[in-house]
């Protein structure tokens, strides 16, 4: 099975994805997280798309269609995968397509987390997630059980993203509304999209994502 969440920043597509991933034995694909390892780690890639990151903007789909090639060739993504933050634009979206036609695959669902934007802001501005393991908090809305611990985990050290502050987000909520936003025709011509409030609990998008991945899928 092979799901797309798409969705603006800070609706909780990344937190969704990784709860689906134990779930349903998928894999999320999270571009954003790729390219912040490529930043991290100094890659060419990294280089070229730090910038364009920092300001909000979008990678440049060259870059993004061959990280994403090649990742599925990798064997961990044989049983299906969660894409999280891809497809962004048209040419990604098609591109996806080819690049499962060509493993024997195909897109089974698209769904859109949808979310208001003043409380997007909100959300972003207060999150951090845990250096170790990656799971995320929030200052407000999701706190560890104990304070400074990390509850799946155990770690202490927690990082911010450094596009979390308020102007970047605002341009990269512009970029999903340009840029993003127009490739859920698309998917709605082909019967793949299933649009969910992303402005409920966090446990009430799950369940209601679970209850639609459960149902066989009708071609
Ligand atoms: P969010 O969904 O919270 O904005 P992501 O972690 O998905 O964050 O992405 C962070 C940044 O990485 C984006 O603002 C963009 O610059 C870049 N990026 C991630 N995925 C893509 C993509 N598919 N196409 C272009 N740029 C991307
Ligand atoms: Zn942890």
Redesign the pocket.
């Known amino acids: 099975m092979n799901i797309v969440l798409l969705g ?3 609706g909780g ?2 937190t969704q994805a990784k709860r689906l991933e134990d779930r349903f034995g998928l894999k999320q694909l ?4 790729m ?2 390892a490529a930043v991290a780690a100094g890659t060419d890639t990294g280089k070229k ?1 730090k910038a ?2 920092d300001a ?6 060259d870059i ?1 269609i061959a990280m994403i090639d090649e990742r599925l060739s990798q064997a961990d993504c044989r049983s299906g995968a969660i894409f ?6 048209a040419a ?1 979206a098609e591109a996806l397509d080819r690049l499962l036609a060509s493993r024997g695959s195909r897109l089974d669902h698209a769904i859109e987390l949808k979310a208001d934007e003043e409380v997007l802001v909100q959300r ?1 501005a207060g999150r951090y997630s845990c250096k170790r393991c990656g799971a995320g908090y929030h200052d407000h809305f999701q706190r560890p059980k104990t304070d400074g611990v990390c509850d799946a985990c155990g770690g202490s050290e927690f990082v911010r993203r450094d ?1 979390d502050k308020p102007d970047t987000v605002r341009a ?1 909520l512009e ?1 999903y509304r340009l840029q993003t936003a127009p490739i859920l025709p698309y998917y709605e011509r082909q019967a793949l999209l299933t649009r969910l409030d992303g402005m409920a609990t966090m446990d009430e998008v799950t369940g209601q994502l679970e209850a639609l991945l459960r149902k066989p899928v009708k071609r």
Request: net charge neutral.
């Open positions: 603006p920043p800070g597509k990344g999270s571009t954003g997280d390219l912040r798309a364009v990151m909000g903007g979008l990678v440049s789909d993004i999280d933050g891809f497809p962004r634009t990604q972003i596009d990269r970029a």
